[in-house]
């Protein structure tokens, strides 16, 4: 039994990391799609990210949640505006690394944590332990810093971020699965993404199933339609890697993404990184090292709770003694 827990374990993790590998690998493929606009890629990627994941549920026969969420219609709502936020949030992106901002893109997925942590703050009413409130502070103070770097506020980032925060709690409310949820958003999506698409070609604008000698031909085409499985590829990885790793291990591995992207920013498109622009991710990475220290020393503190062992006593406690 313990030699299967711990295949099932490494199963796990090297899911996660393919899941957030291809993720932070995106800003390697995205200027393969050009010329093609971001709208124009963001319509294909919703169109063949359907079909690819239509298939997937028809091979392993995963209909039965559709019945029980069209009953639902607050459910079903709220998956509808899930889906309008992540197509902003994946345009954002698509643009962000076409136009040359891969290194602001990977800063909107560093922050996120911090976003996430507000909206439970505003939104729900949670309690911040102080370790939390440092690290707010220090990714607020980052931001400020990073306005005056870029000379303006980096709103890509904060568009990514709070876009992608937004569609986490949307998500919680839905309470569906990674492959029922994209399914379900890029069918409401599916419309509107074939209609820019039909759009696009009677206007002679579309590159979908076209060629320009010289320009692009068929493998332009092919690599749109493979938008739609490396979309949901990641998904399916993530999926797995969920019902077998532990949420801290999954927690420390979605920093791999931005990691990734920014690197690929800096080594690869060899994008401008002044000093300001360092002192702004240096703050940035001290604010999820301080959130990293307290949901480790949370998790630690949580299993000797559970295994019966006495926690030591706060220090003002023993001062009051």
Same mark, same amino acid.
């Given at each position: 039994m313990a030699t299967s827990t711990g295949r099932e374990a490494r199963v796990g993790l090297w899911n996660g990391f393919a899941a957030y590998g291809i993720w932070g690998l995106f800003p390697l493929f995205w200027p393969l799609l050009e010329p093609a606009g971001a709208v124009d890629i963001l319509a294909n990627r919703m169109t063949w990210s359907l079909v690819a994941v239509a298939v997937m549920m028809l091979v392993q026969r995963r209909w039965a949640w559709i019945r029980p969420l069209l009953a639902q219609p607050r459910r079903l709502a709220l998956s509808v /505006?899930?889906?309008?936020?992540?197509? /902003?949030?994946?345009?954002?992106?698509?643009?962000?690394?076409?136009?040359?901002?891969?290194?602001?893109?990977? =800063?909107?997925?560093?922050?996120?944590?911090?976003?996430?942590? &507000?909206?439970?703050? %505003? /939104? %729900?009413?949670?309690? /911040?332990?102080?370790?939390?409130?440092? &690290?707010?502070?220090?990714?607020?103070?980052?931001?400020?810093?990073?306005?005056? &770097?870029?000379?303006?506020?980096?709103?890509?980032?904060?568009?990514?971020?709070?876009?992608?925060?937004?569609?986490?709690? %949307?998500?919680?409310?839905?309470? =569906?699965?990674?492959?029922?949820?994209?399914?379900?958003?890029?069918a409401a999506m599916f419309p509107f993404a074939v209609g820019y698409l039909v759009w696009l070609a009677a206007h002679g604008r579309g590159t979908l199933l076209r060629t320009v000698p010289g320009e692009y031909g068929w493998g332009h085409s092919a690599l749109l339609v493979l938008s739609g499985l490396i979309t949901a590829v990641p998904l399916m990885c993530f999926g797995a890697a969920a019902l077998r790793v532990p949420l801290t291990t999954l927690g420390l591995l979605q920093y791999l993404a931005p990691v990734f992207q920014f690197s690929i920013g800096v080594l690869v498109f060899h994008e401008s990184m002044p000093p300001a622009r360092w002192a702004g991710f240096t703050l940035v990475w001290a604010a999820l090292a301080v959130l990293t220290w307290d949901a480790l020393r949370r998790v630690r503190a949580d299993r000797l709770a559970t295994a019966g062992v006495p926690l030591p006593a706060p220090r003002y406690d023993r001062a009051a003694r």
């Amino acid at each position: 039994m313990a030699t299967s827990t711990g295949r099932e374990a490494r199963v796990g993790l090297w899911n996660g990391f393919a899941a957030y590998g291809i993720w932070g690998l995106f800003p390697l493929f995205w200027p393969l799609l050009e010329p093609a606009g971001a709208v124009d890629i963001l319509a294909n990627r919703m169109t063949w990210s359907l079909v690819a994941v239509a298939v997937m549920m028809l091979v392993q026969r995963r209909w039965a949640w559709i019945r029980p969420l069209l009953a639902q219609p607050r459910r079903l709502a709220l998956s509808v /505006l899930a889906a309008a936020v992540i197509s /902003l949030n994946w345009g954002v992106y698509i643009w962000g690394v076409n136009s040359g901002h891969v290194v602001e893109t990977s =800063l909107g997925y560093f922050i996120n944590p911090l976003v996430t942590i &507000a909206f439970g703050v %505003l /939104l %729900l009413r949670e309690r /911040l332990r102080r370790a939390q409130w440092v &690290a707010v502070g220090i990714g607020a103070a980052a931001v400020a810093v990073l306005t005056l &770097a870029y000379g303006r506020p980096p709103w890509i980032a904060l568009v990514l971020a709070f876009s992608f925060g937004s569609y986490g709690l %949307l998500k919680k409310k839905v309470a =569906l699965g990674g492959l029922e949820s994209l399914a379900l958003e890029t069918a409401a999506m599916f419309p509107f993404a074939v209609g820019y698409l039909v759009w696009l070609a009677a206007h002679g604008r579309g590159t979908l199933l076209r060629t320009v000698p010289g320009e692009y031909g068929w493998g332009h085409s092919a690599l749109l339609v493979l938008s739609g499985l490396i979309t949901a590829v990641p998904l399916m990885c993530f999926g797995a890697a969920a019902l077998r790793v532990p949420l801290t291990t999954l927690g420390l591995l979605q920093y791999l993404a931005p990691v990734f992207q920014f690197s690929i920013g800096v080594l690869v498109f060899h994008e401008s990184m002044p000093p300001a622009r360092w002192a702004g991710f240096t703050l940035v990475w001290a604010a999820l090292a301080v959130l990293t220290w307290d949901a480790l020393r949370r998790v630690r503190a949580d299993r000797l709770a559970t295994a019966g062992v006495p926690l030591p006593a706060p220090r003002y406690d023993r001062a009051a003694r």
